[in-house]
């Protein structure tokens, strides 16, 4: 049994995306402007934490974002893609067990921060 909630599945294994959410971000067209790309990255941001190296992944789409800096290329292309496909398979997250030692993954660019513990 899980509870949806903010668009995330709440359930004993932990918290996972809504699957409904993850199938709007598979279907979701390349952006042909920067409002579409602005809709789709705001989605991404919601659920960065669900994915590992999101600052780097983005940093590209994000970069397009500035005052006339939108060019779509083929390296935008790419970066679309894999971060369709880090947020299509995303990981579930779970509640950490304090009995059991932790190792922190960090991930810095120029645009980001964060942190994963595992």
């Known amino acids: 049994m899980s509870v949806h909630y903010l668009g995330h599945a709440i359930s004993a294994a932990g918290v996972a995306m809504d699957q409904e959410k993850v199938a709007a971000i598979a279907t979701w067209p390349q952006p042909g402007n920067m409002r579409t790309l602005q809709g789709f990255l705001g989605l991404a941001r919601y659920y960065r934490r669900f994915i590992k190296n999101y600052s780097s992944v983005a940093a590209l789409l994000t970069a397009l974002l ?53």
């Open 66 to 118: 500035k005052k006339e800096a939108f060019l779509w290329s083929p390296t935008a292309t790419d970066a679309f893609n894999a971060l369709k496909k880090a947020l299509s398979s995303a990981p579930v997250l779970q509640l950490p067990d304090c009995d059991k030692s932790f190792m922190v993954d960090c991930d810095a660019s120029g645009s980001g921060f964060g942190v994963v513990l595992h």
